[in-house]
């Protein structure tokens, strides 16, 4: 039986690079896959339609996609199914966005984006069988083994591998003006604080 796995965090929290990092052997991790489908995100439609063939499939999701109501298709298959969210301070992440942007999405709309986010994670953090990590401690392998084990515990960690990724940088510009996502983002914003300005 394919067991699930989730891991979150903020934008800019390392999710695309984890995602390389628990995809090894018979384990597969997707980033950003619940963007793929169509609510409530199911993982498994994506593994059906993407033909993954693996003993463990997981996710690497921001925390904008991935909701409570999201897991609750694997909570009730799977109440233990296992979650690590990834922690970053809010500040840094608004940062690294306005950076990566060139400036070109305001300082105000940034926040407004991972507060949202950060509503989400607090639940999913509260629900699930959660382990926390701190973005500043994914440079260890000791944090990066205690993952892995509570992510997929039944497969060995490969301390090599990870040594070898760990000085992976791995860039993903969300466009988020652009069609799709950030429309559904947009909207909920704008329903929550009124809009952007």
């Known amino acids: 039986m394919t067991r699930y796995f989730f891991?979150?965090?903020?934008?800019?929290?390392?999710?695309a690079w984890c995602s390389n990092l628990f995809t090894a052997g018979r384990v597969y991790c997707f980033h950003?896959?619940?963007r793929m489908v169509t609510e409530p995100p199911k993982l498994h439609e994506i593994v059906h339609e993407s033909r993954v063939d693996a003993d463990f499939i997981g996710t690497s999701d921001n925390g904008l996609?991935?909701?409570p109501s999201s897991l609750n298709?694997?909570?009730?298959r799977d109440p233990e199914v296992p979650v690590v969210v990834i922690r970053r301070p809010q500040d840094e992440v608004v940062r690294s966005l306005y950076k990566l942007h060139q400036?070109?999405?305001?300082?105000?709309?940034?926040?407004?984006?991972t507060d949202v986010a950060?509503?989400?994670i607090k639940l999913i953090s509260s629900m699930t069988n959660c382990m926390e990590v701190k973005f500043s401690d994914l440079d260890s392998m000791n944090v990066l083994e205690g993952m892995w084990?509570?992510?997929?515990?039944?497969?060995?960690f490969d301390m090599q591998r990870a040594a070898a990724l760990r000085g992976l940088n791995v860039q993903y510009a969300q466009p988020w003006y652009d069609k799709g996502f950030s429309e559904a983002f947009v909207r909920m914003v704008a329903e929550m604080n009124g809009g952007l300005e």
């Open 65 to 67: 996609p991935l909701t």
């Open 118 to 120: 950060l509503a989400g």
């Open 103 to 113: 400036g070109q999405i305001p300082v105000k709309a940034l926040v407004q984006m």
């Open 73 to 76: 298709w694997y909570l009730e």
């Open 149 to 156: 084990k509570h992510l997929i515990p039944r497969v060995p």
């Open 32 to 34: 950003d896959a619940s």
């Open 7 to 15: 891991i979150t965090g903020l934008p800019r929290s390392r999710t």
